[in-house]
């Protein structure tokens, strides 16, 4: 588990759009926001990504730099770039089994006679400052439920306005 105020562990992952994503290479105004998810086997990772992607613009407005990031292998994710509406969100995908172990996020096995890659990591939110220090983080055991993103939003606007710091700090 990440605590709040460290440094986040860099990511070099390969990009559905055949660039790189580097987080040490980030420079956003605000934050840097890294939403993993399950892979694109899971439809309620498809459903989030869509809405994400559809306000992808009201995030960017802000200073923020989104991408979304799975342990899909190249395949798998280009396959989630086609079939799915995530217009804009930068997809990387590739991370390694220690990658998520670093990030502290959850793993889970694939389930008998399903579509589900071996191992894959559960969904989690990250919001980073521009140092890469982490303000924010929810890291989910099960793929059910997720951030609000009108809720996200206003909790951004009410972070910039008020210069709220980050909580958390003396786990």
């Known amino acids: 588990m990440l605590t709040p105020a460290t440094t986040a562990p860099d990511l070099d992952l390969p990009l559905t759009i055949d660039a790189r994503f580097v987080l040490s290479d980030q420079r956003p105004d605000a934050f840097t926001m ?15 990504l869509t809405q994400l ?9 802000r200073g923020i730099n ?3 990031v799975s342990m899909d292998s190249p395949e798998r994710a280009a396959s989630a770039h086609k079939e799915w509406d995530t217009r804009d969100l930068p997809l990387a995908h590739s991370l390694s089994e220690d990658q998520a172990r670093q990030w502290g996020l959850f793993l889970s096995q694939a389930r008998p006679d399903s579509e589900e890659p071996e191992v894959f990591s559960e969904p989690a939110l990250f919001l980073l400052k521009p140092d890469r220090s982490v303000y924010f983080e929810v890291v989910q055991s099960a793929p059910f439920t997720r951030p609000d993103l009108d809720q996200l939003l206003e909790s951004v606007d009410f972070i910039a306005k008020q210069d709220y710091p980050t909580r958390g700090t003396l786990t």
Do not use: D, M, N
């Not at 992607?53 to 407005?61: A, I, N, P, S, V």
């Open 34 to 48: 890294l939403v993993f998810y399950r892979g694109s086997h899971c439809p309620i990772c498809k459903r989030y």
């Open 53 to 61: 992607g559809g306000r992808l613009e009201e995030f960017t407005r």
């Open 66 to 68: 989104v991408f979304a």
